[in-house]
């Protein structure tokens, strides 16, 4: 080696010959390994120097003796070595990441599901020379050595100024969910939108300097590190809970029923990384899995309800932070069952797209509704008995009630199943008509298409009329009588139901129309004959007249 300050002194580092010819300036390098020879094969050796110290700057030769009697080409070559000063800094930037950070060194950051997590650093160089910084984030999974190959790049600035992601982030990257920015002259910062999972982890920051070589190529010269905070991620699957009550309920048809449900654990608030559903399922006793869907708050807290309860008074609210009401303005018995409030939990990935990231159901809760206790019973008869065709059948229908409420509601409706062709059995029953609770009558299809009238004709009794009877009537007659209850929201609910016991319905022919064929054809007979007898006579007189 020959330092600047004295070019022309040699000072012998190491041989792979000489073990003594080592100067004492760098025997105990030299022993202790970070100054050290290999051979690579049998013309070519490298010189490896650990921990670089700046006194290591000069020029290096490389020297093999000569055996030839004459100099046959180089014999030694020299390369410049400049050790520049260690001026690069690398540290966790103030203040820490967002989250519930405790006051430990490194950090411990928790963040929820789906929230944002920010992480800083800076990095900085107080060199004089011309050199270029690349700073990149990384994660290694928690309790792991720390090293080249358990840190896992996220995301970084390279040495030509490029960003790039690592193989697992790249998608995050370009969705534009992860994102790297520089602030100000020596501060990075990673925001990773819409944490998961699997983000949790140590985080570093590796800071690496770069110059460049009269080659033009970039060498690396300096890389450190900084430990940014340890960081764990909450997931919402493992946090939200669902509780209802207040418990067993017992109610009387007509009366209020009101559920709570409430929505626990350590969640992040609704907002612009998460959001939240809420709805009750009711499945009847007995009845296996959540049930169907009553009525449900979406995450824009729009309300909707389910299939069957669009005609329903129920409301459904958020009566506090994480407090939910459902409320039926007047129960039925048919309301009776195992009710289960449902939460899902949202998170926002890239733009605004809503992720399920987590659901729960609470314990079921029974709820009873006493039974109105209505017993119908309908007799149904045909008017007269006998019925021909081209009159009108009138059928009568006697509706008895025992128990029920006052203001019991009565209606009443006709249905026929007649014989389809070439049957022996009857089709499927068709509404005819009938009378509704609110006296309001409803008209069904006529088989054989004739005019209809439905009426009350007394507090309990209903009448069928068919008019002008044709043989498509024909057919089996039954009357379903219904009792309604109104409650105080004006809504209706069946509260029993009853069917009569057949009524066949025949159109007789009358005894006229039986004779009407026979003397309908006997008098096309009797014409076809006589004219006949006439047309031969006539020509058989003109042919006498021709012959005279």
Not at 111 to 132: D, I, P, R
Not at 140 to 164: C, F, K, N, W, Y
Not at 413 to 433: D, H, I, K, M
């Amino acid at each position: 080696m020959y330092r600047p300050e004295a070019p022309a002194t040699s000072l012998g580092i190491v041989s792979t010959k000489d073990s003594q010819f080592s100067y004492a300036v760098f025997g105990p390098r030299v022993a202790s390994g970070d100054l050290q020879v290999q051979r690579l094969k049998g013309d070519s050796v490298v010189l490896k120097i650990a921990r670089l110290q700046a006194q290591d700057s000069g020029f290096y030769e490389c020297y093999t003796p000569s055996t030839d009697t004459q100099y046959l080409g180089n014999y030694s070559a020299k390369v410049e070595l400049r050790v520049l000063p260690d001026e690069l800094q690398v540290s966790a930037a103030p203040p820490g990441p967002r989250g519930r950070q405790a006051a430990t060194s490194p950090s411990r950051l928790t963040v929820h599901e789906g929230q944002e997590l920010a992480l800083g650093c800076l990095a900085q160089t107080k060199t004089k020379k011309h050199t270029h910084l690349s700073v990149s984030f990384g994660r290694a999974i928690p309790e792991a050595p720390v090293g080249r190959a358990t840190l896992q790049e996220v995301v970084g600035l390279h040495s030509d100024m490029a960003v790039e992601a690592g193989a697992p982030y790249a998608e995050r990257l370009a969705s534009g969910e992860l994102r790297l920015s520089k602030e100000g002259t020596d501060r990075y910062r990673m925001v990773v939108g819409g944490a998961q999972a699997g983000d949790s982890g140590t985080y570093h920051c590796t800071a690496a300097e770069w110059i460049q070589d009269p080659d033009g190529s970039w060498v690396q010269v300096a890389e450190k590190r900084a430990v940014l905070a340890h960081v764990d991620v909450q997931t919402l699957s493992s946090q939200l809970a669902v509780t209802v009550g207040p418990g067993e309920r017992r109610i009387g048809p007509g009366e209020p029923l009101e559920l709570l449900c409430n929505v626990s654990g350590a969640l992040p608030p609704p907002g612009r990384h998460a959001a939240y559903s809420v709805g009750w399922e009711m499945a009847p006793a007995g009845a296996p899995g959540p049930g169907r869907l009553v009525a449900q708050l979406d995450t824009e807290g729009i309300g909707s309800l389910g299939p069957g309860y669009e005609d329903r008074h129920i409301a459904m609210e958020k009566v506090a932070s994480r407090t939910y009401r459902l409320r039926l303005e007047a129960a039925r018995p048919a309301d009776a069952g195992t009710y289960r409030c449902l939460a899902k939990a949202y998170v926002r990935g890239s733009g605004t797209r809503l992720r399920e990231a987590a659901s729960a159901r609470s314990r079921p809760l029974p709820v009873h509704v006493r039974e109105e206790g209505v017993v119908l019973e309908a007799v149904a008869w045909l008017a007269g008995g006998t019925v021909y065709r081209g009159e009108t059948a009138s059928l009568l229908c006697n509706i008895s009630v025992r128990g029920g409420p006052p203001g019991l509601r009565l209606a009443a409706s006709w249905w026929v199943e007649r014989p389809e062709e070439g049957e022996l059995s009857t089709g499927p029953a068709q509404l005819v008509g009938g009378v509704g609770q609110d006296g309001v009558a409803e008209l069904g299809v006529r088989p054989g298409g004739g005019p209809v009238s439905v009426e009350l004709v007394g507090p309990r009794s209903h009448r069928l009329r068919l008019h002008g009877l044709g043989p498509e009537d024909e057919g089996i007659y039954h009357c379903a009588p219904s009792a309604w209850v109104q409650h105080a929201d004006y809504s209706w609910y069946q509260a029993g139901s009853a069917r009569s016991g057949p009524v066949t319905v025949y159109p007789y022919t009358h005894a006229v129309d039986t004779l009407f064929v026979p003397l309908l054809v006997g008098t096309g007979v009797a014409l076809v004959t006589g004219a006949s007898v006439l047309a031969t006579i006539t020509c058989c007189f003109m042919k006498r007249m021709r012959k005279r």
